[in-house]
């Protein structure tokens, strides 16, 4: 985690950009990870948890419509997250997560460990990626801040 961490604060000094967070699953892990260290304020614009589908809509104007038919766990929902944060936000570039990170509420169709995410710009295109991880809750979670970090850095690379 502490490469992808490193990598990730690298690209941001070096690009002279600032990161927003969208996060549901992870509720904060990658804010809380980003602010651990010293000097964040130069690279680390806000965060914002939003765990339930109501935060998501007042916080950053996800389509209630759209909840309704993709579902909270989606590509639809995870983009209009990420291109929430950086309309909300002051930051350059903006990560989303939305997943199941369990013990329950998985289904045939999304199951446990399915966790989409997003990443979207001031100037570039939103993309967006779909993973399913192993393990327990705690594993989950750390996998897909894991995996939003690492992608971050190659959107960054590619389109900075």
Not at 95 to 108: D, Q, V, Y
Not at 127 to 150: L, P
Request: hydrophobic share 40%; with cysteine; charged share 25%.
């Amino acid at each position: 985690m502490q490469k992808v961490l490193d990598k990730l604060i690298l690209q941001l000094q070096k690009r002279r950009l600032t990161v927003a967070t969208a996060e549901s699953c992870t509720g904060g892990l990658v804010s809380k990870l980003l602010t651990d260290r010293a000097g964040s304020s130069a690279w680390f614009d806000c965060g914002f948890v939003v765990y339930n589908a109501k935060a998501k809509q007042r916080q950053l104007d996800v389509s209630e419509t759209v909840i309704r038919t993709a579902g909270e766990v989606s590509r639809r929902v995870v983009t209009e997250m990420a291109e929430g944060a950086i309309a909300k936000s002051n930051a350059n570039v903006a990560l989303a997560i939305t997943g199941l990170a369990g013990p329950g509420g998985g289904s045939k169709e999304k199951p446990l460990g399915m966790v989409w995410i997003g990443w979207a710009g001031k100037n570039y295109e939103t993309e967006s990626q779909c993973f399913h991880f192993d393990g327990d809750r705690d594993q989950i979670r750390h996998h897909a801040a894991k995996a939003a970090m690492k992608g971050l850095v190659h959107y960054i690379v590619k389109n900075a």
